[in-house]
């Protein structure tokens, strides 16, 4: 797997006193530790400034951010990004096939809302083939009400990851999964929750499968008043 890098600079040169300070100015970040800071500023400025930009956007830390935009591993298959405004048709496209019963237009309203937003509440990740085709995407949000089953708050919450058919039983189902942990680490959670409807076994199956465990079923009741 190769998590491609958010930020490329062609010719850029370390610039280290330009930027110092302009991380963690207080109170902007104040997750970034010292070892983190250390590590950041060996990078080049240019890339500093970017990875600061969308740390800021997304509420978390700029250390959670340099990290994941740096980090590969050997599955070249697979490219796994954060969610952007540049990949909202492919994206509402696959939510879709996720979710039928709202239309092609409510789902980009949706995006705009709830993971193109600045709230810093939820966060998205796209699963991308060698082709560049976008295949597959996971959301999550952080919920600070109760959650069935859990006793933290906030907890991580994965609101939906689809994959396409095609390119099932690849292991981008557990990148996803693993990228929204990274995240939800970064903002201190420490449990992260889920739900599947009752008759979806396949649903079931894949949670298991990455790692979650059952802790209750509810049925819903309605009257009309």
């Given at each position: 797997?190769?998590?491609?890098?958010?930020?490329?600079?062609?010719d850029y040169a370390k610039a280290i006193p330009e930027v110092r300070g302009f991380p963690v100015?207080?109170?902007?970040?104040?997750?970034?530790?010292?070892?983190?800071?250390?590590?950041?500023?060996?990078?080049?400025?240019?890339?500093?400034?970017?990875?600061?930009?969308?740390?800021?956007v997304r509420k978390t830390s700029v250390a959670f951010i340099g990290n994941f935009a740096t980090?590969?591993?050997h599955n070249m298959q697979s490219i796994i990004e954060i969610g952007t405004i540049k990949d909202?048709?492919?994206?509402?496209?696959?939510?879709?096939?996720?979710?039928?019963?709202?239309?092609?237009?409510?789902?980009?309203?949706?995006?705009?809302?709830?993971?193109?937003?600045?709230?810093?509440?939820?966060?998205?990740?796209?699963?991308?083939?060698?082709?560049?085709?976008?295949?597959?995407?996971?959301?999550?949000?952080?919920?600070?009400?109760?959650?069935?089953?859990?006793?933290?708050?906030?907890?991580?919450?994965?609101?939906?990851?689809?994959?396409?058919?095609?390119?099932?039983?690849?292991?981008?189902?557990?990148?996803?999964?693993?990228?929204?942990?990274?995240?939800?680490?970064?903002?201190?959670?420490?449990?992260?929750?889920?739900?599947?409807?009752?008759?979806?076994?396949?649903?079931?199956?894949?949670?298991?499968?990455?790692?979650?465990?059952?802790?209750?079923?509810?049925?819903?009741?309605?009257?009309?008043?």
């Open positions: 797997m190769q998590v491609r890098h958010l930020f490329r600079a062609r100015q207080p109170g902007i970040f104040p997750a970034v530790r010292a070892a983190d800071l250390r590590h950041l500023l060996t990078l080049p400025a240019s890339q500093i400034r970017l990875f600061c930009e969308v740390a800021k980090t590969e591993n909202v048709e492919s994206w509402a496209e696959l939510r879709v096939a996720l979710w039928p019963h709202h239309s092609l237009e409510d789902h980009r309203a949706e995006l705009g809302r709830a993971f193109l937003s600045e709230s810093g509440e939820a966060i998205a990740f796209i699963a991308r083939n060698a082709a560049n085709e976008a295949v597959g995407f996971a959301e999550a949000t952080l919920r600070h009400d109760y959650v069935n089953g859990c006793s933290s708050s906030p907890v991580l919450f994965l609101e939906g990851i689809y994959i396409r058919p095609v390119d099932r039983r690849k292991g981008i189902a557990r990148l996803l999964c693993d990228a929204v942990a990274d995240w939800g680490k970064s903002l201190g959670c420490v449990e992260f929750g889920s739900d599947a409807p009752i008759e979806n076994s396949a649903s079931h199956a894949l949670h298991t499968a990455l790692g979650f465990e059952e802790t209750q079923r509810v049925v819903f009741f309605r009257k009309p008043l």
